[in-house]
């Protein structure tokens, strides 16, 4: 070492102690992965004990070896341990070696403050082979992605991202559930480009029906923009179409000059990480958007990136959409009928089913999770309240019934075996596991009873709001019929008592499958979830206020 | 350039994760030579009791 080299190791050990030393590059971040992967690599070939043991062992005779039975059993399964051990760890050290990944962003504005709140690398392999299955998310979703991945989003100047199920499945290991639709958002600032390129693809009939409006906040304030549109990709055939929603959103510039509302996934305002995929090779286009072809008339394919977000930002919309839900079935859910969404349960499951997650610990994480979103609201704050009420109360489900017959059945188990699906069809769920694991059948069981109850909550809140509305004007037009006849208030009064009814078999039917929860069982926890709040929060005030119309209208009926 | 904040301290996050990842393999690691240390001495226990045993009777 020569001097100026001594030198300039003192000053660094000096900035070191100071606390002013440089913040780590990248380049150290591949150098400490490398450092490491050889060190553990060493720590293991360096088994001074092993090599004499393994000496040891060739000198055994048969004797020695009636006396250790086993003993090379032994010895190889610790071998087998330390190698799977070391590949473990070199596996994870790897994993923190990022790669960021932007070359796929044409027009990326890198120095933004957007970019300075975004992180984008390589999706991990594991992710990109469960993206590349083509079982898991269909060829037609992936030509679609490519589509406007490649032709439109690919050309943004600031970040964007795919969330929702495209962004879920990548992040689970076990779902039978396959996209369906395109959820895309992406910066206010992009909002012409986008509209313009995704008008000429409408043009060139490779989307259709492009329609663009705004998203209203619950407060009625005008939010983001919405775009939406079928990627048709040219095909005639609607069964080959996929649905896609973008929302451009307001990003960090715009906030900063002014604009007071955060989008509902904060993308470009605060730190979020992306990751980018391979999505699929498809045919060049130009800046016309039509085919590149070779100086031989042959087509030229490219293999198109995109962006998704990592599983914390899927986690961040399902924990989102939740607090949405639940605040909504609190703040008397019956006056909010209109906007009740039964996917609670669904997204509650999926939150437990990622990557991150799979343990019961995780409903309590969820709660952690729901409690560090910021801005503290005074909604947030109730509706962890609402969940940790829920969850408690599932704890303390009655345990009596189930001593003859053992640890309870469960939930899950019972739909799985006995779930209605309507007149005439076979009851129980389909639930096809590819392999043999006990936690893949357990998994996909849950998700299947949870969409099984998802689809039966559903069904009867809408069942319920159509009827409610027919019966209000039944109610309102012979209460305020000053010539009403008796055969008139009494049908009305009827028609109460039959809609009380159906509303008690409702309630009845949820509460017998609240009962058969195992409390022991944290996966029941997902689909008994949203039954209290349907009990408690939409039929008991639907009844409450149908008991107050029969009174008024008796009351009619006596001063006639 | 501008400096990335948000990158920079994933960075020392990545970093400090790999020291952690070390320090566990190096708990395992010693977990699996302690077992093969306890063969191995329990081989050179009796490897060494036999030849007492040899010079025992070679001196019979």
Redesign the interface.
Known sequence: MDNQEINKKENEEAQIEKGEAKEPTREELVGKVEEMISRVEKDHNDDEILNRLKDKLIHLSDKDLTLHPGIIEEVNSLVDEAVRLVRKTVESIKEEEYEPSIDHLKNYKQDSVEAQHTKIIKASEKIQNRFNDNEKIHLKMKKAIALVCGQVFNHCENPYALIGSNCYIPHTEYSAKIPDDLDVIFGINDYDMVCERLSKLENKGLISELKVSDVLNTDGTKGDKKIHCWITNGSPNEDDWVEMECFAQNMATQRYNGADNKSYIPLGDEDKELEVIEIIEVEARDENFDIIKNDKGEIVYEKVKGNIGSEKVARELYLKNIIKEFNLYNKNGWEHKAMLNAKALQRIFNLINMDSEGTEESINNLMDEIAKIRPKTETIRKVRDSLIFIWNQFKSLPVEKEESIGRKKGLVNWLVENADNGEGKEKGLNVSAKGDSEKEKKILSTEAAVDFITKETNNDLKEISTRSEKLKLKYESVLNNENASKEEIEGAIEDINKERTLLIKTSIKYKGYMDMANSEDGDDFCVYAAMPELRYHFILPYSVELVANKISLKKKLENQ | ????????D???K??N??KV??Q???K??GI??S???A??SE??R??EKRKIEEIRNSIK
């Open positions: 350039m501008v400096v990335i904040k948000f990158v920079m994933d960075i020392k990545h970093l994760n790999i990842i070390y566990d393999y190096l395992k690691l699996i030579r077992k093969e240390k063969i191995l081989l050179t009796e490897e």
